[in-house]
């Protein structure tokens, strides 16, 4: 018997269309986006970070959705977010660095939606620790 015949529960709504709608918003966004004004001209802005809940909307999906189907452990769709969360990184940095985010915010993303952590080292000086013991100590 094979393991399809063994699944438990509603079918997965994934598709090969859904793969290609995915591959399409994570190969779609860059660094900067270009919008033409009433007058024609154009500005160049920065582009939103790509997300999960972006992805999400885009399909029409609930991010539980999306989710569920990094659970089938479907390789494709799981190297899409893999790539959605490498552009995360190359926009923080990017943007974080040339001011295009606002570096609280930058700092933020970067802890919660990569492997970056803030990290703060202390040291003790034991040296200069005294213990004093008065006679009432003395007897414990």
């Known amino acids: 018997m094979s393991d399809e015949n063994n ?3 509603r079918p997965s709504s994934y598709t090969p269309e859904i793969q290609a709608i995915a591959d399409d918003y994570v190969n779609g966004w860059d660094l900067y986006k270009e919008i033409k004004n009433s007058d024609g001209s154009v500005t160049t802005v920065v ?3 790509p997300s999960v809940a972006g992805l ?3 399909l029409g999906v609930h991010r539980s959705t999306i989710y569920n189907w990094i659970k089938d452990k479907n390789r494709q769709f799981l190297d899409t977010l893999e790539i959605i969360k490498q552009k995360q990184e190359v926009f923080l940095i990017h943007h974080g660095l040339t001011r295009g985010y606002d ?3 930058a700092k933020f993303l970067a802890i919660n939606v990569t492997d970056y952590k803030d990290k703060v ?3 003790i000086d034991h040296k200069n620790i005294q213990i004093n013991i008065d006679s009432n100590d003395s007897k414990l």
Do not use: C
Request: no cysteine; glycine share 14%.
């Open 56 to 58: 999400a909307l885009t």
């Open 103 to 105: 570096s609280g915010f």
């Open 121 to 123: 080292e202390q040291t």
């Open 47 to 49: 582009n939103a970070i």
């Open 7 to 9: 699944k438990v529960g």
